[in-house]
């Protein structure tokens, strides 16, 4: 996907990348992030709330500002994975590396946010 990048990269700098793999196809994450994302979504106290700063529909998200200070974006790249899907989130950042205890708060929210309420969100029927 690095050749098909549907923007450039906010910033030089990934300051940490995961990886998350779904049931559902990319078509249901791109519209729970794009469409549904205040409702599954809750910020922490003090917390900027994410911003959709660009998307191409069905693969590409860029959220900004958002989880950290010291992170600029927040990229999800999504693509299809046999029937379900797999999502590359990567922050970025102004330095090379973030300080080991900013980096392990940002890898933990993103899992409680990627791995956890998305996961739940893209996963539960809802009437």
Do not use: C, H, N
Request: proline content about 12%.
């Amino acid at each position: 996907m690095a050749d098909d990048r549907p923007w450039p990269a906010p910033t030089p700098y990934v300051v940490v990348g995961r990886r998350w793999k779904y049931a559902p196809p990319p078509w249901v994450i791109y519209e729970a992030v794009v469409d549904d994302l205040e409702r599954w979504l809750s910020p922490l106290t003090g917390e900027l709330s994410p911003q959709l700063a660009a998307f191409r529909r069905p693969d590409a998200i860029l959220l900004a500002p958002w989880v950290d200070p010291a992170v600029a974006a927040v990229e999800l790249l999504i693509e299809q994975d046999g029937y379900g899907s797999v999502v590359t989130v990567l922050a970025y950042g102004e330095v090379p590396q973030l300080p080991d205890e900013a980096r392990r708060w940002v890898r933990y929210r993103m899992g409680t946010v990627f791995g956890g309420a998305l996961r739940v969100w893209v996963d539960e029927p809802r009437a």
